[in-house]
């Protein structure tokens, strides 16, 4: 069968959060081991109220523990006056740019990672021997922003100590790489992959010498699910899906405990991996967990992977969003966001759903978890490919929806630099759009890098502006366009207390905008940071959105987030 470059579809029913009334978002984050206890400390609870909770693997009960959390059980130190108290850490001492470092359990083996940086291209997996004084290390020249040193992790040992494996996207994927610790030899550290396919892995945890177990969208882009290895048979088995990369795995015992996404929350989950059965603590059964089976469609358009919302009725018309993410190495979810400060985003977006909007949800060249290429690949493109992707994916989109959905415009919606490329977008293409909607969103590329100096933002144009990479810039400017913009609606709104994009940009495109008459107006939140953290920030989002799109209703729920 011949496919279209538009016919990737595929639908699926999951339970997404039900907005019939006021409704929140409920996250965990998961702190630490209780070993002593044979449990787990973690923090569970909304946007404005989170509680510390100590939670057992023998009961699966969550007991609250305030808003402080408890102080770890400090080991018994040995007095004697044989005791040798020694670091396995001092032989780094002056070695630079030392991260997620590690030693082996029986403390044979240091490891670390050693990150680059703009004076020093190339990034090191390295291994010491503490027994020699040998050393074996990997070596990669990072041309682009070291993306590894976003991850949880990066190694994991066995019980043992005869294997170690690392994370690494030298071959383009995030891959898991495989050291034979039992037979040292000069350039052991390169390793051998072990996982084949082009998917991507968040996170991994050794659960038996044998045995590990690892996160990835090996099935699709937008979804991570989680797996168990054999190291011996090569045999991959899902243990759930749906998974959050949000937090490191914890091993304790024979318990490791994982986040997973479910309805309007993200939970806690324990997986015995001797009885390979999981379970859910007490705290999910009592806080309000809202469900709904809301169908969903994960579309492909070109090279890009997205999300399509569709509001129940087809009847009447309706506004289409493209929604666009920040970062831009971040991504989407088909629900609600590993993260709750791009959750929130989701949240409003269901809300738009909800009221009639269809939503397109999508992750544009320079997103994670599709591979170093496809990060990097918007170095030098910035507003410029990633424009590309957002009018292939409204292509896309409209052929997908044919005449089923009666479309009265399309909004461009975005967060940070999803909010910059909204604005690019509406001015490069003016006719195509109905409006852009942008939070917190850059619109001037040298001042913002200029005061910020060293950033990730400065790898896209080859560093500060200078008049070598001037075109860099220029090609990537808003304010030059914005004469072709006619009565296309513009809402820029704005953390006032930002302290990674100054209120100062939203101000200037404002200023700008206005100045030529054009159909702009400017939201100014105060006490806000980029991240939001009050509830009526989100409300507020949401009930200005849904006006811009053209979303009446006389619902007194409509957009209660809290």
Same mark, same amino acid.
Request: glycine share 6%; charged share 15%.
């Given at each position: 069968?011949?496919?279209?470059?538009?016919?990737?579809?595929?639908?699926?029913?999951?339970?997404?959060?039900?907005?019939?009334?006021?409704?929140?978002?409920?996250?965990?984050?998961?702190?630490?081991?209780?070993?002593?206890?044979?449990?787990?400390?973690?923090?569970?609870?909304?946007?404005?109220?989170?509680?510390?909770?100590?939670?057992?693997?023998?009961?699966?009960?969550?007991?609250?523990?305030?808003?402080? $959390?408890?102080?770890? $059980?400090?080991?018994?130190?040995?007095?004697?006056?044989?005791?040798?108290?020694?670091?396995?850490?001092?032989?780094?001492?002056?070695?630079?740019?030392?991260?997620?470092?590690?030693?082996?359990?029986?403390?044979?083996?240091?490891?670390?990672?050693?990150?680059?940086?703009?004076?020093?291209?190339?990034?090191?997996?390295?291994?010491?021997?503490?027994?020699?004084?040998?050393?074996?290390?990997?070596?990669?020249?990072?041309?682009?922003?070291?993306?590894?040193?976003?991850?949880?992790?990066?190694?994991?040992?066995?019980?043992?100590?005869?294997?170690?494996?690392?994370?690494?996207?030298?071959?383009?994927?995030?891959?898991?790489?495989?050291?034979?610790?039992?037979?040292?030899?000069?350039?052991?550290?390169?390793?051998?992959?072990?996982?084949?396919?082009?998917?991507?892995?968040?996170?991994?945890?050794?659960?038996?010498?044998?045995?590990?177990?690892?996160?990835?969208?090996?099935?699709?882009?937008?979804?991570?699910?989680?797996?168990?290895?054999?190291?011996?048979?090569?045999?991959?088995?899902?243990?759930?899906?749906?998974?959050?990369y949000a937090d490191a795995m914890i091993k304790v015992g024979s318990n490791v405990v994982f986040l997973q996404i479910k309805?309007?929350?993200?939970?806690?989950?324990?997986?015995?991996?001797?009885?390979?059965?999981?379970?859910?603590?007490?705290?999910?059964?009592?806080?309000?967990?809202?469900?709904?089976?809301?169908?969903?469609?994960?579309?492909?358009?070109?090279?890009?992977?997205?999300?399509?919302?569709?509001?129940?009725?087809?009847?009447?018309?309706?506004?289409?969003?493209?929604?666009?993410?920040?970062?831009?190495?971040?991504?989407?979810?088909?629900?609600?966001?590993?993260?709750?400060?791009?959750?929130?985003?989701?949240?409003?977006?269901?809300?738009?759903?909800?009221?009639?909007? %269809? %939503?397109?949800?999508?992750?544009?060249?320079?997103?994670?978890?599709?591979?170093?290429?496809?990060?990097?690949?918007?170095?030098?493109?910035?507003?410029?490919?990633?424009?590309?992707?957002?009018?292939?994916?409204?292509?896309?989109?409209?052929?997908?929806?044919?005449?089923?959905?009666?479309?009265?415009?399309?909004?461009?919606?975005?967060?940070?630099?999803?909010?910059?490329?909204?604005?690019?977008?509406?001015?490069?293409?003016?006719?195509?759009?109905?409006?852009?909607?942008?939070?917190?969103?850059?619109?001037?590329?040298?001042?913002?890098?200029?005061?910020?100096?060293?950033?990730?933002?400065?790898?896209?144009?080859?560093?500060?502006?200078?008049?070598?990479?001037?075109?860099?810039?220029?090609?990537?400017?808003?304010?030059?366009?914005?004469?072709?913009?006619?009565?296309?609606?513009?809402?820029?709104?704005?953390?006032?207390?930002?302290?990674?994009?100054?209120?100062?940009?939203?101000?200037?495109?404002?200023?700008?905008?206005?100045?030529?008459?054009?159909?702009?107006?400017?939201?100014?939140?105060?006490?806000?940071?980029?991240?939001?953290?009050?509830?009526?920030?989100?409300?507020?989002?949401?009930?200005?959105?849904?006006?811009?799109?053209?979303?009446?209703s006389n619902d007194p729920n409509r957009c209660q987030y809290q």
């Amino acid at each position: 069968m011949k496919y279209s470059k538009y016919s990737l579809i595929v639908t699926f029913f999951l339970l997404f959060p039900l907005q019939s009334k006021a409704a929140s978002l409920e996250y965990s984050y998961l702190i630490r081991g209780d070993a002593p206890n044979n449990g787990i400390i973690i923090r569970y609870g909304s946007l404005e109220n989170k509680s510390y909770y100590s939670c057992s693997f023998d009961t699966l009960v969550c007991t609250n523990v305030g808003s402080t $959390a408890p102080t770890a $059980a400090t080991p018994t130190a040995d007095t004697s006056d044989t005791a040798v108290v020694t670091n396995p850490f001092d032989v780094l001492d002056g070695v630079k740019r030392v991260s997620y470092k590690g030693v082996s359990p029986d403390g044979k083996f240091v490891y670390y990672y050693q990150y680059s940086t703009a004076n020093d291209p190339n990034s090191h997996f390295v291994l010491y021997d503490t027994k020699t004084g040998g050393t074996s290390k990997t070596t990669d020249n990072v041309h682009y922003w070291d993306l590894l040193t976003e991850e949880n992790r990066l190694f994991s040992v066995a019980s043992d100590s005869k294997t170690l494996v690392y994370l690494d996207n030298r071959e383009g994927s995030n891959a898991l790489y495989k050291v034979d610790l039992a037979h040292p030899k000069t350039k052991m550290m390169i390793g051998t992959r072990i996982t084949k396919l082009s998917y991507s892995v968040s996170d991994f945890i050794f659960l038996d010498p044998n045995t590990i177990l690892f996160m990835a969208n090996r099935e699709n882009p937008q979804q991570w699910n989680l797996y168990r290895y054999n190291l011996k048979t090569s045999a991959v088995t899902k243990i759930a899906s749906n998974t959050s990369y949000a937090d490191a795995m914890i091993k304790v015992g024979s318990n490791v405990v994982f986040l997973q996404i479910k309805g309007n929350a993200v939970i806690p989950v324990v997986y015995n991996y001797t009885t390979k059965t999981t379970s859910e603590f007490s705290i999910t059964q009592t806080t309000g967990i809202t469900t709904v089976n809301n169908p969903y469609q994960l579309v492909k358009y070109g090279s890009v992977n997205g999300v399509l919302l569709k509001p129940t009725s087809s009847t009447g018309s309706h506004p289409l969003i493209i929604w666009l993410h920040g970062g831009p190495y971040r991504d989407i979810s088909p629900t609600i966001h590993p993260y709750l400060s791009y959750g929130v985003y989701d949240w409003d977006l269901e809300e738009a759903r909800r009221n009639g909007a %269809v %939503v397109l949800k999508i992750d544009y060249h320079g997103s994670y978890g599709q591979g170093r290429t496809f990060a990097e690949s918007l170095k030098g493109q910035a507003g410029v490919l990633d424009v590309a992707d957002v009018i292939t994916s409204l292509k896309g989109v409209k052929k997908t929806l044919g005449t089923k959905y009666k479309i009265s415009g399309v909004y461009l919606v975005g967060n940070s630099y999803g909010g910059y490329l909204a604005l690019k977008t509406i001015t490069d293409y003016p006719n195509s759009f109905a409006g852009a909607y942008s939070i917190n969103g850059v619109t001037d590329w040298p001042t913002l890098i200029t005061k910020l100096k060293t950033s990730i933002f400065n790898v896209y144009f080859n560093g500060l502006p200078t008049l070598a990479n001037s075109k860099l810039y220029a090609q990537a400017e808003i304010v030059d366009n914005i004469n072709s913009l006619t009565t296309q609606k513009i809402m820029l709104v704005q953390a006032q207390s930002d302290t990674d994009v100054s209120p100062a940009q939203a101000d200037f495109l404002f200023n700008n905008l206005n100045s030529k008459g054009k159909n702009v107006q400017i939201i100014k939140i105060e006490g806000e940071d980029h991240v939001f953290k009050k509830n009526s920030s989100i409300t507020q989002i949401c009930s200005t959105l849904l006006t811009f799109i053209g979303l009446t209703s006389n619902d007194p729920n409509r957009c209660q987030y809290q």
